[in-house]
T-cell receptor
């Protein structure tokens, strides 16, 4: 079954404690991306990766890091989480960037992060 | 990326046809128009994509006028389970990797 898997689904952590949210896809997609979703603000892109070892900033990259060492995995790293990073996070993968002709993006189940 | 404008919310009743319009005045020649649906606490899922005129699949239809400055997602005979947020996405068909989903339209279907 084609899927994007995020872990954990829920996480409560304290300010400043480094954490990693994992994302894995089994569709051999080139493109992967992270979004955060806050009430009333829709989906905002954090980082994206066009291919292995190629990553770039989205609209809200501050406070986040990513890596793409292999095609299937795209972890999101919060080196020093702060309360304003409390949000719902989604990972997505697709053959090409979402919106490209003939491209369907697949999203993970989401990770609800609370930073206290 | 072309900026999109959608209504913030819409209400409908079961069995009615719902049309959600997205405005994208600065759409470029190579841009496609894609719609996604998102249920609460779930990731968005692809509904339909088009470039011009009309596209129909088993879930919805997408109408795009000749000037392509707007598009309309049409959901036939909605049910309660169609209550969701609908996003219009317009992105250049190039190697640019950014994607911006905007705020979406919250559709509420009432019994």
């Amino acid at each position: 079954e084609a899927q994007v898997t995020q872990n954990p689904r829920y996480l409560i952590t304290v300010t400043g404690k480094k954490l990693t949210v994992t994302c894995s896809q089994n569709m051999n997609h080139e493109y992967m991306s992270w979004y955060r979703q806050d009430p009333g603000l829709g989906l905002r892109q954090i980082y994206y990766s066009m291919n292995v070892e190629v990553t770039d900033k989205g609209d809200v990259p501050e406070g986040y890091k990513v890596s793409r060492k292999e095609k299937r995995n795209f972890p999101l790293i919060l080196e020093s989480p702060s309360p304003n990073q409390t949000s719902l996070y989604f990972c997505a993968s697709s053959l090409y960037p979402p919106g490209t002709g003939g491209t369907e993006a697949f999203f993970g189940q989401g990770t609800r992060l609370t930073v206290v | 990326l072309a900026k999109t404008t959608q209504p913030i919310s819409m209400d409908s009743y079961e069995g009615q046809e719902v049309n959600i319009t997205c405005s994208h005045n600065n759409i470029a020649t190579n841009d496609y128009i894609t719609w996604y649906q998102q249920f609460p606490s779930q990731g968005p899922r692809f509904i339909i994509q088009g470039y011009k005129t009309k596209v129909t699949n088993e879930v919805a239809s997408l109408f795009i006028p000749a000037d392509r400055k707007s598009s309309t997602l049409s959901l036939p005979r909605v049910s309660l389970s169609d209550t969701a947020v609908y996003y219009c996405l317009v992105a250049r068909n190039t190697n640019a990797g950014k994607s911006t989903f905007g705020d979406g339209t919250t559709l509420t279907v009432k019994p």
